[in-house]
Each structure stands twice: as C-alpha cells, then as structure tokens.
C-alpha cells in the first residue's frame, strides 16, 4: 500500500512561487510514475505535471510548461513540484498521485494512489 501526503500550498500573490511536497511511504517509490494534478472549485480534475519512475522523464501541461518543474529524490522517497510565476488561474487544491506502468501521463484513471491534496491560492 502506498500513502501519499502532500505539503507546501498557501496564499501567494500573482507572480509568486511555491514549492509542493509528496511524501510517499510504501514499498517500491522508485518504481512508481508520480504526477500531479489539480482541482479549481466548480471544474474537473486536471493534469499538471509527470515524473517517470526512473526520473529521467518529465511531462507538463501545456498551462504550466515554462513555469512549474516536477522532480523526485528517491532517497528521501518525496517528489516536488516548484511552481514558479504563479498566476491567479493556478488557484486549486493540488494532488500527489502513483501509479504503476502508467501509459498515458495525462489521464488520472491511470493513477492507483492518491492523496488528500493542499490548497493553493494566487491572489491578483
């Protein structure tokens, strides 16, 4: 079984930054692709960014490519999101998600484990 724990959201102004934190526990981290997405109030849950389990690939959204940068440190089993230029629209609540031989980056249903997420909020 795998538990994710994401850290790091807040309330930051237009332009600011924020790095997230996952916290993964359960055997095999380094085996996993690790992604987030996120959810904005009254929308659908949506990809933002992707690791592979190797590390050695990454794969953004287009809304964020340029801005935010997902890494992972399997020593400390934790994957990162650091997100930069933050704009208002970037506001929502922020999931840490796992899964195993996932093909399709984007799609959540490809994803077994998730957490609880944390809110991020942009102000203008």
């Known amino acids: 079984q795998v538990r994710l724990v994401e850290s790091g959201g807040g309330l930051v102004q237009a332009g600011g930054s924020l790095r997230l934190s996952c916290a993964t526990s359960g055997p095999m981290f380094s085996s996993y692709t690790m992604g987030w997405f996120r959810q904005a109030p009254g929308k659908e849950r949506e990809f933002v960014a992707a690791?592979?389990?190797?590390?050695?690939?990454?794969y953004y959204a287009d809304s964020v490519k340029g801005r935010f940068t997902i890494s992972r440190d399997s020593a400390k089993n934790t994957v990162y999101l650091q997100m930069n230029s933050l704009k208002p629209e970037d506001t929502a609540v922020y999931y840490c998600?796992?899964?195993?031989?996932?093909?399709?980056?984007?799609?959540?249903?490809?994803?077994?484990?998730w957490g609880q997420g944390t809110q991020v909020t942009v102000s203008s």
């Open positions: 998600a796992a899964g195993l031989y996932v093909r399709d980056y984007g799609s959540a249903r490809e994803y077994g484990y």
């Open positions: 690791i592979s389990w190797s590390g050695g690939s990454t």
